[in-house]
């Protein structure tokens, strides 16, 4: 009987064991399960967007970015000053047509130089390589121009304006340059351009600046004869006023 109630004893003990183990499988598998989608929620994105929506966006960021180029674009051209975007020379034809042209609203002279076709940067090169052989003359570079001068005589500036070579001339006129200086009136003459399109024009800026530097020549020595003139009428003046003081002095001396 005793053998009986260990044994009832030992397998009631061993189903509660069971029940214990079942249950404690079962907890565990709960929190593991719980634990699962919680991580799973917290990697997953709080919103989603599916294709249309994703399409409709990138257009509407597309159109605002091109609306944005358009007004900075509007805003550099109202700011930018009143010259011209450099163009090729009308003879000129790209080598590939198909080329991507870049322009902005104001270009140095050094870039619109590399605009011209070949016939034009001979042009520019050989009335530069003109006016730098003449005696004393030196060369004064600027963003939009370069100018020649002998002194402060200016010999010839030279620019590019619409692909085209532009050449300023400041011829003097002895006239006019006498009536200045006698009437002390200050006078300032109109300068002429040439516009270089072909190869007679670069022999019109040749002629040009030999003209220009005679005149400035001519200008000098009138100058120096005139400062001469008026160094011979001071010792005149001397001469005579020594003269006319001689008498007095003896006078004095005698008394």
Not at 102 to 123: D, I
Not at 189 to 201: D, K, L, M, W
Request: proline share 3%.
């Amino acid at each position: 009987m005793d053998g009986m109630l260990q044994a009832i004893i030992v397998v009631f003990m061993l189903f509660l064991c069971s029940l214990c183990l079942f249950a404690i499988v079962v907890i565990v598998r709960d929190i593991i399960h719980e634990h699962s989608q919680k991580k799973q929620q917290k990697e997953e994105p709080t919103t989603s967007i599916n294709a249309e929506e994703l399409s409709e966006l990138i257009a509407r960021a597309a159109t605002a970015l091109a609306d944005a180029r358009e007004s900075e674009s509007a805003e550099e051209l109202a700011e930018a000053p009143a010259e011209p975007v450099a163009e090729p020379a009308p003879a000129d034809k790209p080598e590939d047509e198909n080329a991507v042209v870049f322009s902005r609203a104001t270009l140095s002279l050094e870039e619109k130089y590399a605009t011209l076709s070949t016939e034009y940067k001979r042009f520019f090169d050989d009335i530069i390589k003109h006016a730098l052989g003449k005696e004393g003359v030196r060369e004064l570079k600027y963003e939009n121009y370069y100018d020649y001068k002998i002194g402060s005589y200016k010999v010839l500036r030279i620019a590019i304006k619409r692909g085209e070579i532009v050449c300023e001339f400041q011829f003097l006129d002895r006239d006019v340059l006498d009536y200045a200086n006698n009437s002390g009136v200050k006078i300032k003459q109109s300068a002429s351009s040439i516009r270089v399109t072909e190869p007679s024009a670069v022999g019109a800026i040749k002629d040009g600046i030999d003209l220009v530097c005679t005149q400035i020549a001519e200008d000098k020595e009138h100058k120096k004869a005139l400062a001469r003139e008026k160094r011979r009428e001071k010792r005149r003046k001397e001469k005579e006023e020594n003269e006319a003081e001689a008498p007095v002095r003896e006078e004095v001396v005698n008394v």
